[in-house]
């Protein structure tokens, strides 16, 4: 049973995973800060301008993704194509990562995030950099103007007040203070996560999810030999382990016994079900989606003499549909 809401929890945390796009300035390190972030060195890095050539997504604690963008205002990557990365990803937040002064571009794409109403974090990075050749200003002035510069540009769009997280990759600067602010986003959505475990539409989702994925294993053509022996337990097992179902827990009819009993049905009603007939009724009730592995393996059936062959696959789906009832009477019982 555990690993039954272990795979629930995952998919909840999935629906509501908070996706950061980590965008910004050509060269300004935000494959490194990726790397440092995640604790891993997949993002590529490159001493050259623009090393990022697609779009990649990075792991961050099971609780969200980093999205890897490539520079803004490149040749590659001109404001248009940027503006059609951001729609078609639909982020949650956006991490800019800036290691120069603000240029026009970045005004653009920040104009762009702001009426879409996405929360930008800005991070100056690469702060070990920033020094004032005179001598006359210190790092926390030289901060300082930054921060009002930021405020100054970009208020028009974003409610101030607004500053820079300052970071450096290379002496781990201000990692620290990105990551608690990274985690103090997350803990609201675990909140989230918590009230979808008890919402039914969430349960009925995850069970619709993994019956569409139960389906082309159990209609596979390598369970054709098994229905033409009639070994319909091995079915059983393969739709209860699916479903991280106990054997001896289950108080499920056997595919053999509705077999039967559909046949005693039919006999008695001088009835029988076509194999469109039952798929357009037992559809909506099960919300498959793919209809072609049934299909597929009624053919099969036939063309090998198996008589019978839409009861059976009748049955099959019954017992699927009490699986899943099963499924979520356990969960609920679980999580509320």
Same mark, same amino acid.
């Given at each position: 049973?555990d ?5 629930f ?7 509501v995973?908070?996706?950061? &796009?980590v965008?910004?300035?050509a060269?300004?390190?935000? /494959?490194s800060l990726?790397?440092?972030?995640t $604790? ?15 779009i990649?997504?990075y792991d ?12 803004? &205002? ?10 059609? +990365? ?5 982020? *949650?937040?956006?991490l800019?990562i =800036? /290691? ?17 109403d996405?929360?930008?974090? =800005?991070? =100056? ?5 920033? #020094?004032?050749v005179s001598g %006359?200003?210190s790092?926390?002035?030289? !901060?300082?103007e930054?921060?009002? !510069?930021l405020e100054? %540009? ?7 007040p607004?500053s ?5 990759v ?5 990692i620290d ?7 103090? *986003?997350?803990?609201e959505? @675990?909140?989230?996560?918590r009230q979808?475990?008890?919402? *039914?539409?969430?349960i009925?989702q995850f069970?619709? +999810?993994?019956? $569409?994925?139960l389906i082309?294993?159990i ?5 054709k030999d098994?229905?033409?022996?009639r ?5 059983e %097992? /393969? ?5 991280h ?7 499920i009819?056997?595919i053999? @016994?509705?077999?039967? #009993?559909?046949k005693q049905?039919a ?8 194999? $469109? %007939?039952?798929?357009?009724?037992i559809t909506p009730i ?5 209809l072609k592995?049934?299909? =597929?393996m009624?053919?099969?059936l036939? !063309? ?6 839409v009861t059976?696959?009748? /049955?099959?789906l019954?017992?699927? &549909?009490?699986? @899943?009832?099963?499924t979520?009477? @356990?969960?609920s019982?679980h999580?509320?």
């Amino acid at each position: 049973m555990d690993k039954l809401i272990n795979e629930f929890n995952d998919y909840v945390i999935n629906k509501v995973k908070l996706k950061y &796009g980590v965008l910004g300035q050509a060269d300004a390190g935000k /494959s490194s800060l990726i790397n440092l972030l995640t $604790n891993n060195k997949d993002a590529y890095v490159s001493s050259q301008t623009d090393a990022t050539m697609q779009i990649d997504a990075y792991d961050y604690e099971n609780r969200a993704e980093l999205i890897d963008f490539p520079g803004v &205002g490149t040749t590659h990557h001109n404001l248009k194509k940027y503006k059609r +990365y951001i729609d078609t990803l639909k982020l *949650d937040r956006v991490l800019y990562i =800036f /290691s120069s002064k603000i240029k026009n571009v970045d005004m653009k794409v920040i104009e762009y995030l702001a009426k879409k109403d996405v929360r930008i974090i =800005f991070v =100056f990075n690469k702060v070990d950099s920033l #020094t004032d050749v005179s001598g %006359q200003q210190s790092r926390a002035q030289m !901060e300082r103007e930054k921060d009002l !510069e930021l405020e100054q %540009q970009f208020k028009k769009y974003i409610q101030p007040p607004m500053s820079y997280i300052y970071t450096s990759v290379l002496t781990n600067e201000g990692i620290d203070q990105l990551k608690e602010t990274l985690r103090e *986003d997350i803990a609201e959505k @675990e909140e989230k996560v918590r009230q979808l475990m008890n919402d *039914d539409e969430m349960i009925n989702q995850f069970i619709t +999810y993994k019956t $569409n994925t139960l389906i082309p294993k159990i209609f596979a053509p390598s369970f054709k030999d098994i229905i033409m022996s009639r070994k319909y337990e091995n079915i059983e %097992q /393969s739709i209860l382990k699916h479903y991280h179902l106990k054997q001896n827990d289950n108080k499920i009819t056997s595919i053999d @016994e509705r077999i039967n #009993t559909f046949k005693q049905k039919a006999e008695q009603t001088k009835s029988m079900f076509n194999l $469109n %007939q039952l798929l357009k009724f037992i559809t909506p009730i099960l919300k498959l989606k793919k209809l072609k592995p049934i299909f =597929f393996m009624a053919t099969i059936l036939t !063309e090998a003499g198996v008589k019978d062959v839409v009861t059976i696959i009748r /049955s099959i789906l019954a017992y699927v &549909g009490d699986a @899943e009832h099963l499924t979520k009477k @356990e969960i609920s019982n679980h999580t509320n």
